[in-house]
């Protein structure tokens, strides 16, 4: 009966720990859960093989309570039936054989009140028995949920750990790459590129510029010399 309180001890203490409670005082949750899901799954393996045991006990008991009570039973058909012999034997005169009988029937008796004192005092263990089979089962059962509770607190606890690591690096990500910065190396080869294109567009306007005063010249050329045969024209008539 000891090391069946001891069991119920330990599946009432294991069955009222408050999880949320534990992860707040714990420095990384996430190997304590481990832990704990460690521990609950020995735990429940020792305390199924301990329910199963005392199960096993209450059934051996109730069924040699069962063999006592059928006993008891055979031992009191035994009585009548002998007792009924030695009415018949004394109403037919035979006294002696009728004392017989009555005293088989006492024997019988005798043997049936001994089975009924045995199945008196066997039914308070056997309650008692059930009770603690009961409390064992629900006790195993509350364990069982406690540790899918614990299961599935771990996995949220690492999918939202990877979540934040994920999203870390995504914001660190996207403040290294920040295109509105001057400082960072994209800005800095952007102004450059920009600084040659400026450059391309003052050669292309000076060259622009020199082809044009060429073209002028040209056309003052022209001129001249257009005034030159006008005035030699003039000359020979």
């Given at each position: 009966m000891a090391e069946k309180q001891s069991i119920l001890g330990r599946?009432?203490?294991?069955?009222?720990?408050?999880?949320?409670?534990?992860?707040?005082?714990?420095?990384?949750?996430?190997?304590?859960?481990?832990?704990?899901?460690?521990?609950?799954?020995?735990n429940i393996a020792e305390a199924?093989?301990?329910?199963?045991?005392?199960?096993?006990?209450?059934?051996?008991?109730?069924?040699?309570?069962?063999?006592?009570?059928?006993?008891?039973?055979?031992?009191?058909?035994?009585?009548?039936?002998?007792?009924?012999?030695?009415?018949?034997?004394?109403?037919?005169?035979?006294?002696?054989e009728a004392d017989r009988f009555d005293n088989l029937a006492k024997v019988a008796i005798t043997k049936q009140i001994s089975y009924e004192q045995e199945i008196k005092d066997q039914e308070p263990l056997i309650t008692s028995q059930r009770e603690v089979v009961d409390k064992l089962k629900s006790g195993l059962e509350t364990m069982k949920q406690k540790l899918?509770?614990?299961?599935?607190?771990?996995?949220q606890l690492v999918a939202r750990?990877?979540?934040?690591?994920?999203?870390?690096k995504v914001?660190?990500?996207?403040?290294?790459?920040?295109?509105?910065?001057?400082?960072?190396?994209?800005?800095?080869?952007e102004e450059r590129v920009r600084r040659e294109e400026a450059m391309a567009q003052g050669r292309a306007e000076l060259a622009t510029d020199s082809l044009d005063a060429q073209f002028a010249e040209l056309g003052d050329s022209s001129v001249d010399a257009e005034v030159a045969a006008r005035l030699a024209a003039l000359k020979n008539k």
């Open positions: 599946i009432g203490q294991l069955a009222r720990a408050n999880i949320n409670s534990l992860l707040d005082r714990a420095e990384d949750p996430e190997k304590m859960l481990d832990q704990l899901i460690r521990d609950y799954t020995n199924e093989t301990a329910v199963a045991q005392t199960i096993g006990n209450l059934r051996l008991a109730e069924r040699d309570q069962e063999e006592d009570k059928a006993a008891a039973a055979d031992w009191g058909n035994k009585a009548a039936a002998a007792s009924a012999k030695a009415e018949e034997l004394r109403s037919q005169g035979n006294t002696a899918s509770e614990l299961k599935n607190k771990r996995d750990a990877k979540t934040a690591a994920a999203q870390s914001q660190s990500a996207v403040s290294s790459i920040n295109i509105m910065d001057p400082t960072t190396e994209l800005s800095r080869f």
